[in-house]
T-cell receptor
Framework: DVKVTQSSRYLVKRTGEKVFLECVQDMDHENMFWYRQDPGLGLRLIYFSYDVKMKEKGDIPEGYSVSREKKERFSLILESASTNQTSMYLC?????????????FGSGTQLSVL | SQQGEEDPQALSIQEGENATMNCSYKTSINNLQWYRQNSGRGLVHLILIRSNEREKHSGRLRVTLDTSKKSSSLLITASRAADTASYFCATEDSNYQLIWGAGTKLIIKP
């Protein structure tokens, strides 16, 4: 089974801090995604990547950046955390030429920015 | 904007009963998927139905798709306590964007 591992389950940071959220998948998937999930809003796409060194903006990229130096690892960076970035962050991966089909998700990181 | 909208927002039934939840969308789609999320965890893919399909089954799950009404339903038969979760639909539109609904929270009472 595919495993998508997010480095932290819960994280508490202060406003203005630089925050790194790490995601690693172990099934050689080409496609990786970062979403945030807020109550009543469903999932919103922050960034995605279809290949190493490649990244594309999703629907809400402002205040975030990403890094994909290796195929299995996709990092989300909050350059200067703000309280409105308090949220559940979900990493996902998928294989092949149909990147939106059958996403595998990590367990999520609940980030609180104080 | 969110294309997929689940209905109802919350559903509470007795164990053993069937649970039905619906998803409506606004534009033409390539496919529609259903995912389950247990409390505070990641999402798990349940089933995918393509725009040229009308019905699919997987174990106790039955999904229907009516493209003329732009809606889908997920039926869980003989519900169990372990089915307690939030259920999300996700539609891939013709621009290959994946759009998520806000979810239906299902509670199975013992």
């Amino acid at each position: 089974d595919v495993k998508v591992t997010q480095s932290s389950r819960y994280l508490v940071k202060r406003t203005g801090e630089k925050v790194f959220l790490e995601c690693v998948q172990d099934m050689d998937h080409e496609n990786m995604f970062w979403y945030r999930q807020d109550p009543g809003l469903g999932l919103r796409l922050i960034y995605f990547s279809y290949d190493v060194k490649m990244k594309e903006k999703g629907d809400i990229p402002e205040g975030y950046s990403v890094s994909r130096e290796k195929k299995e690892r996709f990092s989300l960076i909050l350059e200067s955390a703000s309280t409105n970035q308090t949220s559940m962050y979900l990493c996902a991966s998928s294989t092949g030429s149909a990147p939106n089909e059958k996403l595998f998700f990590g367990s999520g990181t609940q980030l609180s920015v104080l | 904007s969110q294309q997929g909208e689940e209905d109802p927002q919350a559903l509470s039934i007795q164990e053993g009963e069937n649970a039905t939840m619906n998803c409506s969308y606004k534009t033409s789609i390539n496919n529609l998927q259903w995912y389950r999320q247990n409390s505070g965890r990641g999402l798990v893919h349940l089933i995918l139905i393509r725009s040229n399909e009308r019905e699919k089954h997987s174990g106790r799950l039955r999904v229907t798709l009516d493209t003329s009404k732009k809606s889908s339903s997920l039926l869980i038969t003989a519900s169990r306590a372990a089915d307690t979760a939030s259920y999300f639909c996700a539609t891939e539109d013709s621009n290959y964007q994946l759009i998520w609904g806000a979810g239906t929270k299902l509670i199975i009472k013992p």
